[in-house]
């Protein structure tokens, strides 16, 4: 995720979860990293990601995603096109809030 993240953020990003550029964590980091542990969830998985976030890169979660659904897990994904870290727009917001209540009465409420 580091690597991804826009220059500006980078130094923030190895401050807050290490240094990518040092071996052992490096080694860390790729076995911690949940794109390399989903075959451990055994729950359904919801995203919710905005297209311009600045510190955790779109393609993270397209990455996932793509994993999970190669692995058959229920995963619902909701991209902010127009959002960045969080969402912001009213519009946005909603359509989020709605998500989550469809997504519970789906896999937890049943």
């Known amino acids: 995720m580091v690597e991804g993240t826009s220059g ?10 290490g240094d990518e550029r040092n071996t052992k964590i490096r ?31 779109v ?9 999970a659904q190669r692995l058959g897990m229920p995963i619902w994904y909701l991209l902010g096109n127009d959002e960045g870290h969080g969402f912001v727009k009213m519009g946005n917001i909603e359509f989020r809030h709605y998500s989550i209540i469809l997504f519970v009465k789906e896999y937890l409420l049943k």
């Open 27 to 57: 080694t860390f980091m790729q076995n911690t990293a949940p794109v390399n542990n989903l075959n451990k969830i055994k729950n359904p998985l919801l995203f919710i990601q905005g297209k311009n976030d600045p510190r955790v890169p």
């Open 8 to 17: 500006w953020r980078r130094n923030i990003q190895r401050l807050e979860f």
């Open 59 to 67: 393609a993270e979660f397209d990455s996932i995603v793509q994993v």
